[in-house]
């Protein structure tokens, strides 16, 4: 930073200009629970409780595809 100083380069010139971090869109449910809607998954990260309970209920994940 010092050296682009020196030389009269603004930091952000350096950098591409722009500083702030990129906003992510919202993603689609993809799943939901068949009896409580209000129990959604968008399918991204580690399964929800009420997830893992309707798998290893014996359930397929298939059935609460949206």
């Not at 010092?2 to 702030?20: E, Y």
């Not at 906003?23 to 409780?49: E, I, M, N």
């Amino acid at each position: 930073m010092a050296i682009a100083q020196s030389v009269g380069l603004p930091l952000k010139d350096l950098l591409g200009g722009n500083l702030r971090a990129k906003k992510v869109g919202t993603v689609a449910v993809r799943y939901r629970h068949p009896s409580d809607a209000s129990l959604q998954w968008t399918g991204r990260g580690r399964h929800p409780v009420w997830v893992r309970d309707w798998v290893a209920s014996g359930k397929s994940l298939d059935a609460l595809r949206v």
